[in-house]
């Protein structure tokens, strides 16, 4: 392997070729982020797409499918709806059923968003228990500000990438710094 | 030719046999004096270079103001970035061409108007054809005079792949006397 005719391309480059090489790294970068923040805008949700991470919703999910999620206000949440929310102070969203809808009219503020003083109960399909447990310490109810988005659409078997990359991190960073190594030695045609 | 200085490229991989014909190309004419110019090129990376700006700015952004706050701000960045990728692409497909080489010859002596050079070079994915244009324009609106030659690549590149760049250039000067006769007979 011989890892200095990588760099033959790069050798022969001028200041412009050279610029255009990081340029065209940070486009396959940035286009990948703004298709990203875009999803963001348009389904209202901080994280559009989220990946299964566990067997708790079998069979109607399973570990290492692909969710894509919306977040819209002006569609309210039912019992029954299968809902992805982040329990506060922790970054892993979790996709259960909301099991129990609790509603109190007096709680209830006009000027605020519709659905902010309701509270919610959730249980993975496959598990025994609802997830009281899975909540904050004290936290009884999930609140409408904890739920990231409805699944809305899902593809099987594509999220297994992710949790093998999170599983293996030397994995992660092996695959990245090949393709950036790719993107930045080689040289397009003109 | 000194053999450091030989240029050896895998003679298989069409897009690395184009870049050193192109850039062996760009070299003769850099050699007979005339000063490339690049402000197409310089149009292009400034394109790239300001939707690069935007996708940071969405970044910074919504790490310091998180959604959904930063909602309107990363609506803009998107929707300009992509914007901004049309107009790279149109840009590239009917300005830049196969362009590979803008070049200004100032005017001498005995003639007043500048001369302006071009090169533009194809080189088909899987094929050997390499087809070099040479162009000359005589003034900022003169007459586009133009010669052409295609070869395979094969004559001047050997089996080890390397360029023999004296039987390149002879046929590059061969081309720019042909469009140089072209444009004096006019």
């Not at chain 1, 409805?150 to 593809?155: E, F, I, N």
Request: glycine share 6%; proline share 3%.
């Amino acid at each position: 392997m011989d890892i200095s005719s990588w760099f033959d391309d790069v050798r022969r480059m001028n200041k412009r070729q050279l610029y255009y090489q990081i340029l065209n790294f940070g486009m396959i970068i940035s286009s990948a982020l703004m298709i990203w923040k875009g999803l963001m805008v348009v389904t209202g949700s901080e994280s559009p797409i989220v990946v299964v991470l566990s067997g708790s919703m079998e069979p109607a999910f399973y570990r290492g499918d692909l969710l894509f999620l919306t977040n819209y206000e002006a569609d309210p949440i039912h019992v029954g709806d299968i809902v992805v929310f982040k329990v506060e102070g922790r970054d892993i969203p979790i996709v259960h059923r909301v099991l129990k809808l609790h509603e109190r009219d007096s709680d209830r503020n006009e000027s605020e968003p519709p659905q902010q003083h309701l509270k919610f109960l959730t249980k993975g399909d496959n598990n025994q228990v609802d997830d009281r447990g899975l909540y904050a310490k004290g936290q009884m109810w999930l609140r409408r500000k904890d739920v990231v988005g409805r699944a809305r659409g899902y593809l099987p078997y594509v999220g297994i990438v992710t949790i093998l990359m999170n599983d293996y991190p030397k994995f992660k960073y092996l695959l990245l710094a090949s393709l950036g190594i790719f993107v930045l030695l080689n040289r397009e045609a003109n | 030719n000194r053999s450091s200085d030989l240029v050896k490229v895998d003679k298989w991989d069409g897009a690395k046999v184009k870049n050193a014909l192109d850039d062996a190309a760009k070299k003769v004419l850099k050699e007979m004096g005339y000063v490339e110019t690049h402000g197409v090129t310089d149009t292009r990376l400034a394109i790239c270079t300001v939707a690069c700006l935007l996708s940071v700015l969405a970044l910074v952004y919504d790490f310091f103001l998180p959604f959904p706050k930063s909602k309107y701000i990363l609506a803009f960045c998107s929707v300009g970035y992509f914007f901004l990728m049309s107009i790279l692409t149109l840009y590239t497909m009917f300005k830049e061409k196969n362009y590979i080489y803008w070049g200004k010859q100032n005017a001498t002596g005995k003639d007043s108007t500048p001369k302006f050079w071009a090169l533009r070079s194809t080189l088909r994915r899987f094929e050997h054809d390499y087809s070099l244009t040479i162009e000359l324009r005589r003034g900022k609106s003169g007459r586009t005079f133009e010669a052409e030659v295609t070869k395979s690549v094969g004559s001047w590149l050997d089996e080890d792949g390397i360029l023999h760049e004296d039987v390149f250039r002879r046929c590059v000067k061969e081309l720019h006397s042909q469009v140089t006769k072209k444009a004096k007979d006019d």
